[in-house]
């Protein structure tokens, strides 16, 4: 599984680039530059990176604070420009905010960029009530339970995704629009039945199920 172990002004600065690149043109220009930064960025590109504090205004490189983390950078650049090329891709109508965050977050999670799916997810949660806000928050568990065991950490994942697959089992279906709730409870069986035999057992399988939109 990928991990990234960037600090965390950083890691937040490449979230919102990512999170904000799935429906924005200078966004994802944004990462493109950063994943292959060969060239001179582009007047607005520069100043898209320059506002998250990734590089001075005017200057082309990472920050000196940011520079020992370039390789990492561009691989995870790479990773989000993939995500919103998938997403564009996808072009499913959205008609409402739970749904178009589900089908945001399942082209983040194809990219393992369980960080970014926490963010996209949590902005519209905050705002639900009801079963909507419970399936959204076991949703949320299992992607923070996928970005610990991401990052070394099992004993972290095995209760937030107990507990995660036990509020999408609890939800009734339709729930979270575009989203194939079913599938996903079936393929963390394995992982959740895993983690509570032993929390720092290996992961049933090389990657983590998909998060498979609908439609």
Known sequence: M?????????????AELVCD??????????????ANP????????????????LVDAGDHALLAVHAPWDARVRVHAARGLRAATAHRARDIPLTDPVGR????AAALW?????FEVHEVLEA?????????????QGLIQVAVAYHHLAHGNPRGARTLLREGRARLAASPPGTLPWLDVEQLLTAMAPWEAALARDAGAEPPQARPPRLVPLG
Do not use: C, K, M, Y
């Open 2 to 14: 990928a991990t990234s172990g960037f600090p965390l002004p950083l890691r937040n600065a490449l």
């Open 21 to 34: 690149a799935l429906e924005a043109g200078d966004a994802r220009d944004a990462l493109g530059w950063l």
């Open 38 to 53: 060969e060239r001179e960025p582009s007047p607005s590109v520069a100043r898209r990176l320059a506002a998250i504090h």
């Open 101 to 104: 965050a589900v089908v945001q």
């Open 110 to 114: 194809d990219e393992e960029l369980f």
């Open 124 to 136: 519209v949660w905050q705002h639900q009530i009801g079963i909507s806000r419970q399936a959204l």
